[in-house]
């Protein structure tokens, strides 16, 4: 059986010269960039390789990256790192990643003002909401750039005038985002801004942060936002990553990771186009097979990622017959794929449990093709007409 993958946005392959680039640094060029001979200084010169690539992606300097074992840990130390730092209030929206609502819960507890931001029914948070929670003093916003699980895009750069206004500092996972929508920090506005390497075909188990205006000679007094602000380490040790995540770095991947993100900017406007007309080829064919299906989601989202609502289909159920018929898609975010409650995000957006517990994700890469796409109608379409009636009604 040919398999057919169109989960993406939980993770890519890597790419095959994305591979080949991190090889030698398994095998040949293995040094601790800590130590002082020639194979340590051959592996601290990958990183700042590394370092300066993404550095150029992000508009961002040399010193502002910091690099992390996931999106997960750079999202922690956004948060936990400025309240350590002295911050005393958050401010997340309800649709963001787990690894930012579960942290802003946790410094909850630990006695940090955290306020959660409504979204209205396309996911975008309410900026009335956002205003009014500015008023009460200085906080971090966290704001995911586009959602994991609908593909929403959220208006950063307006967020980032309203939160410098009122003297707050802004972070944005740009995770899904960045091989798709311009994240260049100066251009958003963004103080703090995660990436990752599994998203953009490039390794799992690295991230980095761009931090802006870290150490000396930055650009802070340039910058829009006049407040100064600090990070405090998260993880103590041997004062790696300028002070801010101390660890050996884990050099092939943080090599894998860069070279992923000059992977993306090869004829990205090209593969854009493409995947958007994939996408609404598979939404228009839902629609047909399953009438009164809807997508989830306004139309300013990501070209890559289809959140489906399938009236009286339960999302578990079809993800395993599409599975047997060697198609992989999701019910949502694979961080909590494991779980029985329905979707977060979808429901924060007005849905209902019954819809959310209804609606599946397509979400397609560069490797996708329009036979696959098809297929995936071909397969829906014969399982409607074999559960007619029965797990699979008739509308």
């Known amino acids: 059986m040919v398999r057919i993958y169109l989960d993406y946005a939980a993770a890519t392959p890597v790419a095959p010269e994305v591979l080949r680039t991190m090889q030698p640094y398994f095998l040949e060029k293995f040094g601790n960039p800590g130590s002082l001979h020639s194979f340590g200084q051959a592996a601290q010169a990958a990183v700042d390789r590394a370092r300066e690539t993404i550095a150029r992606a992000l508009g961002a300097q040399f010193r502002e990256i910091i690099f992390t074992g996931s999106a997960t840990e750079a999202n922690n130390l956004a948060l936990r790192g400025a309240t350590a730092a002295g911050m005393k209030r958050v401010i997340v929206s309800a649709v963001e990643h787990e690894s930012v609502l579960e942290t802003a819960r946790s410094l909850k507890k630990a006695g940090v003002e955290v306020v959660e931001l409504p979204v209205d029914k396309d996911g975008v948070v309410k900026l009335p909401a956002l205003g009014k929670a500015l008023i009460a003093g200085p906080a971090l916003i966290s704001i995911l750039y586009a959602n994991n699980e609908t593909g929403t895009i959220q208006p950063i750069a307006k967020i980032s005038k309203m939160v410098h206004a009122a003297g707050g500092i802004l972070h944005t996972d740009a995770v899904q985002a960045l091989q798709f929508l311009d994240c260049r920090g100066d251009t958003?506005?963004?103080?703090?801004?995660?990436?990752?390497?599994?998203?953009?075909?490039?390794?799992?188990?690295?991230?980095?942060?761009?931090?802006?205006?870290?150490?000396?000679?930055?650009?802070?007094?340039?910058?829009?936002?006049?407040?100064?602000?600090?990070?405090?380490?998260?993880?103590?040790?041997?004062?790696?990553e300028f002070g801010l995540r101390s660890g050996t770095e884990n050099v092939p991947l943080i090599v894998g990771l860069a070279a992923a993100v000059e992977?993306?900017?090869?004829?990205?406007?090209?593969?854009?186009?493409?995947?958007?007309?994939?996408?609404?080829?598979?939404?228009?064919?839902?629609?047909?097979?399953?009438?009164?299906?809807?997508?989830?989601?306004?139309?300013?989202?990501?070209?890559?990622?289809?959140?489906?609502?399938?009236?009286?289909?339960?999302?578990?159920?079809?993800?395993?017959?599409?599975d047997l018929a060697g198609i992989a898609v999701s019910a949502g975010s694979a961080c909590t794929a494991r779980s029985s409650q329905p979707s977060h995000v979808l429901r924060a957006m007005g849905l209902s449990e019954s819809r959310a517990k209804q609606s599946i994700r397509v979400s397609l890469g560069r490797p996708t093709t329009n036979a696959e796409a098809t297929k995936l109608l071909k397969v829906l379409s014969s399982l409607r007409r074999q559960k007619a009636g029965n797990n699979f009604p008739s509308h």
């Open 263 to 322: 992977y993306i900017e090869k004829d990205k406007a090209k593969y854009a186009r493409q995947i958007a007309a994939m996408k609404e080829q598979i939404v228009r064919g839902i629609k047909k097979i399953y009438p009164r299906a809807q997508l989830n989601g306004g139309k300013n989202s990501l070209p890559h990622i289809a959140n489906v609502w399938i009236p009286g289909v339960l999302a578990q159920d079809l993800l395993i017959q599409l």
């Open 188 to 240: 958003l506005g963004a103080d703090l801004m995660t990436v990752s390497g599994h998203k953009i075909y490039g390794p799992k188990g690295v991230g980095a942060l761009y931090v802006r205006g870290k150490g000396p000679g930055s650009r802070a007094k340039n910058h829009a936002h006049p407040t100064p602000y600090s990070l405090s380490p998260i993880i103590a040790g041997g004062g790696q």
